[in-house]
């Protein structure tokens, strides 16, 4: 068992004091030691006069020095601070005046004092952020809670909290998670939450989008030999009229309330006097349709009669007349109009009527 030295040696012994440096008569020093002075046989005959007895008052200072040494450092754990010990390193500790100094810098020749090269022990300060010290250790409810701003956190106490958060890559979150809300005009890779998507909707879109119509539309153009047009139909004041994109190609259309109904019941005389035409395209080019009233043509005659709106671009196809008065063509071979050669051009066409003066409906095709 280590020994405690309670006493030095020979404390109340006898005892010299033994100097440091060497000693030119070869006496014992602690730079030297024991010299080879203390090896000479002091029976020599004759006698050597350098030969020297080991000192007993001197090994007695020898060794009070040592053992005193000892029950300084058992008693109070640190040397004593010594002038003649220094520069002392850094982290080096001595005791003076009753203090224990930590040194703060290499090379320090200065006296233990509190300042930039001597720190007390006793006051070591709390660790911060900005001076070393100090610290205790947070436990794991202290960590998760991440309200002490003096304790430390270590990885195995962080690492629990820091699983149960969402990875950077590909994370998935619960519950509500926001974020900020980018400009409207923001054209990065910043998250786009629900206000921004309303408000970009609200001021972006909604103002260029037809409110819900409530029913199923029709759709306009695309279809098996269709184009891509835009239909429109609507009403102009007195009739439905329908046009292709901006070209009033279909005109008024003829129904029930204006004049359909009185063709129908041979009271249409006058109504197709202007007549109506639409085009139909066809594989083979666009087919013009004119449908109109001749008014009365005279009986038992043959009447020259010119198609409406200019007559066809190119050529007349073909015509089928209905009387409207009930009368007119009888059925017979006579009672017909003429479809040889040079009986229709593109302008015009001639019927032959030989009952009574009536007027007829006229369906001509052609392009």
């Keep these: 068992m280590t020994k405690f030295f309670g006493t030095p040696f020979a404390l ?37 006069p350098d030969a020297k007895a080991v ?38 500790l001595v005791r003076y ?12 020749n200065s006296l233990p004092t509190e ?19 100090i610290i205790e250790i947070a436990t794991a409810a202290e960590t998760a809670a991440g309200t002490d701003g003096t304790r430390a956190v270590t990885p195995a106490g962080l690492k629990p909290l820091l699983d149960a958060k969402a990875p ?33 909707y609200a001021n972006d879109i909604a103002p260029g989008v037809q409110p819900a119509l409530g029913y199923t539309p029709v759709r306009q153009g695309g279809g098996p030999s269709q184009l891509n047009n835009q239909v429109n139909i609507g009403y102009d004041g007195s009739g439905i009229r329908g046009s292709v994109d901006n070209n009033p190609v279909f005109g008024q259309f003829w129904m029930d309330h204006n004049g ?31 449908l109109f ?29 209905v009387s409207t008065t009930n009368q007119g063509i009888s059925g017979s071979d006579d009672n017909r109009f003429a479809h040889g050669a040079g009986e229709y051009t593109k302008d015009n066409f001639k019927l032959y009527n030989d009952g009574y003066n009536a007027a007829f409906l006229i369906l001509a095709f052609g392009r």
């Design 12 to 48: 109340s012994g006898d005892r010299d004091t033994i100097p440091d440096a060497t000693q030119a008569d070869g006496s014992v020093s602690y730079a030297a030691g024991f010299g080879f002075d203390y090896e000479r046989d002091l029976n020599a005959d004759p006698p050597d």
């Design 260 to 290: 359909l109904t009185k063709v129908r019941d041979t009271h249409g005389g006058a109504n197709f006097s202007g007549g109506i035409q639409f085009t139909i395209p066809t594989n083979v080019g666009d087919l013009t349709v004119k």
């Design 115 to 133: 300042g930039a090269n001597w720190t007390a022990i006793s006051s070591v300060p709390q660790a911060s952020e900005t001076a070393a010290g």
């Design 168 to 200: 950077l890559a590909s994370p998935t979150f619960t519950g509500q998670p926001k974020a900020p809300s980018p400009s409207r005009a923001d054209a990065t890779d910043r998250l786009a939450n629900t206000w921004w998507v309303k408000d970009w």
């Design 55 to 92: 000192p007993r008052a001197g090994t007695n200072g020898i060794l009070y020095d040592i053992t005193d040494a000892l029950r300084a450092l058992q008693r109070f754990g640190v040397p004593e601070y010594f002038p003649a010990a220094a520069p002392y390193a850094i982290n080096a």
């Design 293 to 321: 009233n001749t008014g009365t043509l005279p009986g038992k005659a043959i009447s020259t009669v010119p198609f409406p709106n200019n007559g066809f671009p190119t050529e007349c196809l073909g015509v089928i007349p």
């Design 97 to 108: 005046n009753n203090t224990v100094w930590r040194s703060r810098i290499d090379n320090n």
